[in-house]
T-cell receptor, first 116, second 116 residues
């Protein structure tokens, strides 16, 4: 079974530039999550999708971050314009069950963003 | 509000020694508790989880954890450390029985180092 795919693995940009990250979850997983992991910290949830609908985006900085999951499968997270404090690893995760949360997430390898 | 605290950002043990990583949570409703492991440049992988039933749960790679409601703890242990256990470990919590809007909250992580 293929795991969660993310790209690119690494990205370096100047501040005020834009960047996009892509995630393809495990086939059949209804729930998709984007987490931000700053060095030395635990993952922080940015946005959670159930199929193609947003369940929770309360911690997404909506003035600069956007995410979509148009067909309920893969997803894109965009940052525009980037700030220095956006330097982090962006983790995508998916889970099988819709509705009840089991906490059993399957993570991709992450996309490491460096903003100079 | 729910939260999770990991005591000790870095733990170092000798190969063959006991591993003990501490996690405490706060919750007004029964929690689901998890330990995830993250190897360098990889995403997180589920080690073990507690939902209901037996309070001592066993996971992969010889790790186990015990849910102690009276102490609001879910400490991770392994009787004998191996060099391959060196990684970052995250405790996480969510709440039983809930809608897909339930958040999964991660602790700040504990980096485990193994001395030869």
């Amino acid at each position: 079974e293929a795991g969660v795919a993310q790209s690119p693995r690494y990205k370096i940009i100047e501040k005020r530039q834009s960047v996009a990250f892509w995630c393809n979850p495990i086939s059949g997983h209804a729930t998709l999550y984007w987490y931000q992991q700053i060095l030395g910290q635990g993952p922080k949830l940015l946005i959670q999708f159930q199929n193609n609908g947003v369940v929770d985006d309360s911690q997404l900085p909506k003035d600069r971050f956007s995410a979509e999951r148009l067909k309920g499968v893969d997803s894109t997270l965009k940052i525009q314009p980037a700030k220095l404090e956006d330097s982090a690893v962006y983790l995508c995760a998916s889970s099988l069950l819709s509705g009840r949360v089991t906490g059993e997430l399957f993570f991709g390898e992450g996309s490491r963003l460096t903003v100079l | 509000a729910q939260s999770v605290t990991q005591l000790g950002s870095h733990v170092s043990v000798s190969e063959g020694a006991l591993v003990l990583l501490r996690c405490n949570y706060s919750s007004s409703v029964p929690p689901y508790l998890f330990w995830y492991v993250q190897y360098p440049n990889q995403g997180l992988q589920l080690l073990l989880k507690y939902t209901t039933g037996a309070t001592l749960v066993k996971g992969i790679n010889g790790f186990e954890a015990e849910f102690k409601k009276s102490e609001t703890s879910f400490h991770l242990t392994k009787p004998s450390a191996h060099m391959s256990d060196a990684a970052e470990y995250f405790c996480a919590v969510t709440f039983a029985g809930y809608s897909s809007a339930s958040k999964i909250i991660f602790g700040s992580g504990t980096r485990l180092s193994i001395r030869p």
